[in-house]
């Protein structure tokens, strides 16, 4: 048995090292047989930057005080008569603790994230901090069997890695009831996009969090698509009570990408881009140039395709000779034909609900070659030079 020697009787844990210790082993009595109980001792202090994990349950009702360091109960300390969290010390854990006041230090429940037990009444001084860490999918929270004042303490909420992120998290709850309030602005590691605020209700501590894009963080504000798909995502967010958390850090340039409006635009511009090329290389009225002021074709046909001078059927048969043709003088032959059509256009797609798209304009230019046809070229040129009968 450990009995208090001395002119001290606290039982103290303390040092710079970390340690657990079995409160199970604490009696405000001895009995005959102990052996390695702890009795005698008229309180029960942790002391020392070090980091003390409570286990066990506790039957003593000896005051329990937090006077440097970090104590962490994952046991029950439930019969104590007072737990006391001093200035600049922390108070977690997820097991269970009696009566409770935070006098300047901090409450943390849970070992990450998790539930720590107040088993009777919790008082926060106001330079008392309450800090709570969220997850996407829950939080730290306390609950009080009998009243929780709040007493204007500062919340610090830090939020764990995680894709989405919900509209409201319960981070207190008290059987007896919630006096007062905790004070704000709230302080997070949220994107800045996020706003937070606290609520109480009779029985319940809230943490809220709100969606707003607007300035001040973004100096002259933001345009009309990028002011829509803000207010999209705020509605969104608020009638729904949760969205991904990446759309929290959207700024003034990314609010345009989620717009959707660069796809869809760079997508319609080449469909207009690819209509406009197609109807100048297959316009049929648009004519060859040969040299100054071509004849103009004798047929409806694509301008490119048509022939200077068309000839009946009997001239083909005519350049039949019967002996070689005369020779004549090397004659040049144009074979390939450029011209050019200038194209362009511009689109206007109206709103739409929420969403507007501005005017797009698409301009190129095309060359177009054209082969002649030299077998037909050459035809003609021979039934023109061939004699003809009479």
Do not use: C
Request: glycine share 12%; charged share 10%; net charge neutral.
């Amino acid at each position: 048995m450990v009995a208090p020697g001395g002119a001290s009787n606290i039982l103290a844990l303390g040092g710079a090292s970390s340690g657990s210790f079995d409160v199970s082993k604490v009696v405000d009595t001895a009995t005959a047989g102990m052996t390695d109980e702890y009795a005698g001792f008229t309180g029960f202090e942790k002391t020392g930057s070090s980091i003390w994990t409570l286990t066990g349950t506790s039957s003593s009702a000896m005051p329990l005080t937090v006077n440097d360091g970090t104590l962490l109960v994952n046991g029950s300390t439930a019969s104590s008569s007072l737990t006391t969290v001093n200035a600049g010390e922390t108070l977690g854990g997820g097991g269970t603790v009696g009566n409770t006041l935070v006098n300047g230090g901090t409450l943390s429940p849970g070992n990450s994230i998790g539930t720590l037990t107040v088993a009777g009444d919790l008082v926060f001084t106001s330079a008392s901090t309450y800090m709570v860490e969220v997850s996407p999918a829950n939080s730290d929270f306390t609950y009080v069997t009998g009243t929780a004042t709040l007493g204007g303490a500062t919340v610090q909420a830090r939020f764990a890695p995680g894709s989405y992120v919900e509209k409201r998290y319960t981070i207190l709850t008290a059987g007896g009831g919630v006096n007062g309030s905790f004070s704000g602005p709230v302080n997070t590691n949220l994107p800045a996009n996020f706003k937070s605020a606290l609520a109480t209700d009779g029985n319940n501590a809230y943490l809220d969090l709100a969606l707003d894009y607007k300035p001040p963080q973004y100096g002259n504000g933001l345009n009309r698509n990028q002011q829509n798909v803000a207010a999209t995502l705020e509605n969104f967010f608020s009638n729904t009570g949760g969205i991904p958390l990446s759309f929290g850090a959207l700024t003034p340039r990314g609010l345009s990408q989620a717009s959707g409006e660069i796809a869809t635009g760079a997508s319609q511009a080449a469909f207009n881009a690819q209509t406009l090329f197609l109807n100048a290389l297959t316009d049929p009225f648009t004519t060859g140039a040969q040299g100054a002021a071509p004849p103009p074709p004798s047929s409806q046909a694509m301008g490119y395709a048509a022939t200077p001078h068309e000839s009946r059927l009997r001239d083909a048969f005519a350049s039949l000779s019967v002996k070689a043709p005369p020779l004549s003088a090397p004659v040049f032959e144009p074979r390939w034909r450029t011209f050019g059509s200038g194209y362009g256009g511009s689109a206007a797609t109206p709103r739409s609900g929420a969403m507007t798209r501005p005017v797009m304009f698409t301009a190129a230019w095309a060359a177009r070659p054209t082969r002649l046809r030299r077998a037909h070229r050459s035809a003609l040129r021979s039934a023109a030079a061939a004699p003809r009968s009479a």
